[in-house]
């Protein structure tokens, strides 16, 4: 009721505006008067910046010496030089361990909430969410020492036999996904709280009207669980995509893009362009990048808010 | 839905503004005193007291030798700016091309290349005539420290440094497991070392402990491309003479080799996931028989094995090749901006004099004066010693592979760790290595 009383509410709203003349055509130019700091400083720290690697992304530039003109051919190479084109493809692997891995384990542990009341919440919500307050950087050091040759993870793949002295992140084909995983442990927690304190608005009693009407458990987590989590879904979405493909800090303490360019992503060749004094490539790169991100929080928007519209 | 046009209007009107402003980017006006000729220098020392602002990011032997330069010039006082390594290069641009730049700079190579072309670094060149420096420092470490108007081509052009610490890459071997698999003595020859490797691995140990995470790749293949290509033709390449290529049978060859040895097992299975600390610590505990290494790892390995750790130069095909390794001299430069030069100056007078090179080894490091430094006592630190002296009069010594172009030291470690793994052929990772030195000598 309160969705389609809100979107009558709205449809209330439009109707007033485009109802109320605009005295005579005219517009209250004095508004901008009140936006005028704010938008200010969004332009002056965003906007001029972000225009500013626009800009620079044209340019062959050093940083110190004469910049030569480039045009487009920055964002050709971008598109078509297998290592930088490759670190785009690394992130969108990284979306699936940063991103959908948590939301569907977040959800799988929203559904068992449901079902029964579980005791400690309190001890569980604390143990969930430590990855988020840990700095990346220390998360990576951690992992990098676990996934070691002697490390944690093969100590406990000893315990059946599968130790082979394995450095995982030096792995050509294991260490994308040992990032990924790394990044799932770090986002997991973050999926389960907010879809937790999801779980308490839903009312009790849909569950309740379910399960006289005969719903097993499945039917009750797709028709009343998953609705009622949309919002925070959609919230949990845009969030870890935007950590996934704008990911640097474990992949900088972990491997660096190794081995030879298998863990490059975006933000690190960033960081290393700019390290190197190619400033263009590196500008045409985070201009993609923020593209890329801007697209994915979009559409992660749009899917959680979806059906609410119809 | 007219607000939403007139914001995102708005918007990208600022993003314009930001997009268009100062159409073309160009750095700061080059400093005037670099254009004027600079006046005859004066070598003596002022009395009052003077500060020398100094940033560095290899607190020894930096730290060590202005305690011993600041002993002998009690007026002579240093603001010391330490930065980290891993940043340092960034920092030397950004405060050589700003206004408050510091007197003296750790040389460091991508940087400088950077600043220099815009007259930021002060050319030593009158220096170099006063003091008699041609005659104080070895040639080979001069010429690093030399770079073209461009910045592109090293070992001609202006003395933009002076050098303050040698560093010498070579073999490290652990005696008592060499001998345990039947090697009698250290191989001679490219050959010799091939057999010894074999040998090592038929009795069951490791043969080298390899870290190719970050350096150690590098190290080692630029010990097999030094054999094989010739110490000329590298020179050549690293310093960006026009027209050089590695692109050779010869380097394909010497790369073919490291993958080989990989696919011998001659390094860890987990070379790839280590880094060069960890494999340098795996050989001082014994692990392995072999490690391509620097002299900067002299300190790790002796406290760890010892008597039982010696050293060798990388061996070439036959005996009678020069002796060669890879190397580059820790040295210093002086802002274009400084106003107390002469001061800056006798500073570097200083890192050529018996005192300074006393210091270095007392560190158990490579001094830049072989010949007025003091020797070592027996060990692996005389091993180095001698065979980096006899590189130094073979004329054997390379400078550092990566230091070729800014991005080569990524397109090296990425690119070797590829041939390791088997997923990249020597030819193609070849092909590469140009493909950057192309981009960026133009």
């Known amino acids: 009721m309160s969705v389609r009383g809100a979107a009558r509410v709205r449809s209330a709203a439009r109707a007033g505006r485009t109802a109320r003349p605009v005295a005579g055509g005219r517009r209250q130019w004095s508004g901008l008067w009140f936006v005028a700091p704010a938008l200010l400083l969004y332009g002056g720290l965003i906007l001029y910046p972000a225009g500013r690697t626009v800009n620079l992304s044209l340019w062959r530039w050093d940083g110190v010496n004469q910049a030569t003109w480039r045009g487009w051919a920055n964002y050709v190479d971008v598109l078509t030089d297998p290592i930088l084109r490759g670190s785009i493809l690394h992130a969108g692997v990284l979306v699936i361990f940063f991103s959908l891995v948590p939301v569907g384990l977040g959800l799988v542990w929203a559904a068992l909430l449901t079902r029964r009341r579980i005791k ?27 996934l070691s040759p002697q490390g944690l993870v093969n100590q406990v793949l000893g315990w059946f036999g599968l130790d082979q002295g394995r450095a995982w992140l030096g792995e050509w084909d294991y260490a994308l996904i040992a990032i990924g995983l790394i990044g799932a442990w770090v986002q997991s927690g973050l999926c389960m709280m907010l879809f937790m304190a999801g779980c308490g608005r839903i009312d ?107 | 839905m007219r607000n939403q046009i007139t914001s995102a209007c708005l918007a990208a009107a600022l993003l314009a503004v930001g997009g268009l402003a100062g159409c073309s980017p160009s750095g700061d006006p080059v400093p005037s005193n670099s ?99 041609e005659s104080k420092f070895p040639a080979s470490e001069l010429a690093q420290l030399r770079l073209s108007p461009d910045g592109r081509t090293h070992g001609v052009g202006a ?81 960006g003479q026009p027209g050089a290529t590695i692109d050779r049978a010869a380097a394909v060859e010497a790369t073919t080799e490291l993958a080989d040895w990989a696919r011998q097992g001659y390094f860890p299975a987990s070379a790839n996931g280590t880094k060069e600390d960890d494999a340098r610590a795996q050989f001082a505990q014994g692990q392995a028989v072999f490690t391509v290494d620097g002299s900067w790892a002299v300190g790790t390995v002796q406290e760890g094995l010892g008597e039982e750790v010696g050293f060798f130069s990388f061996p070439g095909r036959t005996l009678q090749e020069p002796v060669t390794g890879q190397g580059f001299t820790a040295g210093f430069a002086i802002s274009a901006r400084s106003a107390k030069a002469t001061v800056a100056a006798a500073f570097l007078d200083y890192l050529a004099s018996a005192q300074a090179a006393r210091i270095s080894v007392g560190l158990g490091m490579l001094p830049v004066n072989v010949e007025s430094a003091p020797e070592p006592a027996p060990g692996v630190a005389s091993d180095l010693r001698q065979a980096y002296a006899q590189a130094v009069r073979d004329s054997g010594i390379v400078t550092f592979y990566d230091h070729a172009t800014p991005t080569m030291h990524t397109t090296l470690t990425q690119g070797l760790q590829a041939v390791i793994a088997g997923q990249l052929t020597p030819a193609d990772f070849i092909a590469s290595v140009q493909a950057d030195w192309q981009e960026s000598k133009g």
């Open chain 1, 120 to 146: 400690g919440l309190a001890v569980f919500r604390l143990v969930f969410f430590l990855p988020q307050i840990l700095p990346l950087v220390a998360v990576g050091v951690v992992w990098r020492w676990a």
């Open chain 1, 204 to 310: 009790r009693d849909l569950y309740e009207a379910a399960r006289l009407d005969g719903a097993g458990p499945v039917r009750e987590f797709w028709s009343v669980t998953r609705p009622g989590l949309r919002s925070e879904i959609g919230l949990a979405l845009t969030v870890t995509v935007i950590s996934a493909l704008a990911s640097f800090d474990i992949v900088f303490v972990t491997t660096n893009g190794s081995p030879g360019h298998r863990t490059d992503v975006p933000g690190l060749l960033v960081y290393q362009r700019l390290m190197a004094g190619d400033l263009g490539h590196a500008a045409a790169l985070a201009v993609v990048l923020s593209g890329l991100v801007l697209v994915a929080a979009l559409a992660a928007g749009r899917l959680a808010q979806g059906r609410e519209d119809r």
């Open chain 2, 35 to 133: 254009a004027t000729p600079p006046p005859a220098v004066d070598t003596t020392l002022p009395t009052e007291p003077v500060q020398l602002v100094i940033a560095y990011c290899d607190a020894h032997p930096v730290e060590d030798l202005i305690d011993g330069f600041t002993a002998l010039h009690p007026n002579i006082t240093f603001d010391k700016q330490y930065e980290d390594c891993g940043n340092f290069a960034t920092d030397v641009v950004n405060r050589l091309t700003s206004d408050s730049a510091p007197d003296l700079v750790q040389y460091v190579d991508s940087a400088i290349q950077t600043v220099a072309p815009a007259g930021h670094v002060l050319d030593l060149a009158p220096y170099l005539e006063a003091y008699d420096w």
């Open chain 2, 159 to 239: 003395q933009y440094g002076i050098p303050g610490g040698a560093s010498y890459t070579g073999v490290f071997y652990n005696k008592s497991l060499l001998n345990q698999a039947g090697v009698e003595a250290p191989p001679g020859t490219l050959q010799e070392f091939q057999i010894a490797l074999k040998a090592v691995k038929n009795a069951g140990l490791t043969p080298i402990a390899l870290g190719s995470l970050d350096d150690g790749g590098i190290h080692l293949w630029g010990g097999l491309l030094t054999s094989l290509f010739g110490v000329a033709a590298a020179q050549d390449w690293v310093n």
